[in-house]
Structure formats: structure tokens, C-alpha cells
């Protein structure tokens, strides 16, 4: 922080939370009323799948390790508060009920990444057919609204910088030997 104080990992986990939220208000504010409590599920429930990859991340420093551990398990359980998903209690049903949920091993396999973000454009599009013909969204809609999700939480998360770090420290899948 810019005051030279160091962030508890509960106040770290809080502030990714505010920003997760706030992305999840930006994103469901370009689409209609109606689809604004799907598009903060979406959200929601992608922030939470990323920030349960806490043990499939690329270890750091054991005392960072640590922090980050119980910053992520503390982000987890806040994203799944009663706060977190009041208002989209239902919508977070209906995704759970089209097999959103995934396992950690999302973040590693492609085709459980392609599944999900097609499930999750897929429960978007169903939402976005169900209003009136001149409310939907136009056809890509969804596609473009979950990429654009996918790329927000991952930020937040701080997932993109910690794939690199990994990448470039264990190569392509194979461990780089040390040295």
C-alpha cells in the first residue's frame, strides 16, 4: 500500500471482493435490467472457481505462500456469504443445476475451461431468449460479456501474473531443473 502499511490477508480478501463486485456491476450494467442478476452470478460464481485454485497456483516465498493461501480461502468464503449472493440466490441455483460447478482442475485442463465458459455463455443466452424480442441482446452477446468476465476476475485474482510466474518458472508442463 502507497502508506507503507501492510494489508491483513481478511483486508486483502475484503478489497478483492469490492473489486470483484464492481466489476460484476460494471459488466451487468451493459446489458438489460433483467439480466443483471444472471451476469453478476456469472461473475460471482467464476470468482469464486478462481480463487479456489489456491492450491494449483505456482508457489511463492513460504511467508507470501501463506498469506495468499488464507487470502484466497478467506475471498472464497466471503464469495459465498450471504451478502456476496444476496438478490441472485436463484440464479446461482439454476447455474449449479447446468453443471457450472467445476473442480480445481479447471485452471489446468482447456477443455474444462472451454466447458465452462461455454456453460456459462450458454446460461446466458438462455436468459437473454427469455425476454422480449426487443429487449435481447444482440446474437454474441454473451460470448463477449463472459470473455470479458473470464479476463476481469482473472486480474483481480491476480491469476494472469501468477500463470506467467509458473510458465516461466516450470516450462511447458515440464519442471525446469533448478539450478
Known sequence: MADGTKRSPAQAADEKLAD???????????????????????????????ADQRHYL???????????EQMLKLLVERLTSK?????????????SEMEL?????????????SE??????GFLDQRGK?????????PYWAD??????VASVRAVIGVDELQARTESQFGRGKQVAEE
Do not use: F, H, Y
Not at 83 to 95: F, H, R, S, T, Y
Open 101 to 113: 460447478r467445476a473442480t480445481g482442475s479447471w485452471s489446468l485442463v482447456p477443455t474444462a475451461q
Open 116 to 121: 465452462w465458459i461455454n456453460t456459462a455463455i
Open 144 to 149: 463477449d460479456l463472459v470473455a470479458g468476465v
Open 58 to 68: 505456482a508457489p511463492l516465498p513460504s511467508a507470501q505462500e501463506s498469506e495468499r
Open 83 to 95: 451478502a456476496a449472493v444476496a438478490g441472485i440466490e436463484q440464479e446461482l441455483k439454476d447455474l
Open 20 to 50: 470483484i463486485q464492481k466489476a460484476a456491476g460494471s459488466w451487468a450494467r451493459e446489458v438489460p435490467t433483467a439480466l443483471q442478476p444472471a451476469v453478476r452470478a456469472v461473475c460471482i460464481r467464476l470468482a469464486e472457481m478462481v
Open 130 to 138: 427469455a425476454l422480449p424480442k426487443p429487449e435481447q441482446p444482440d
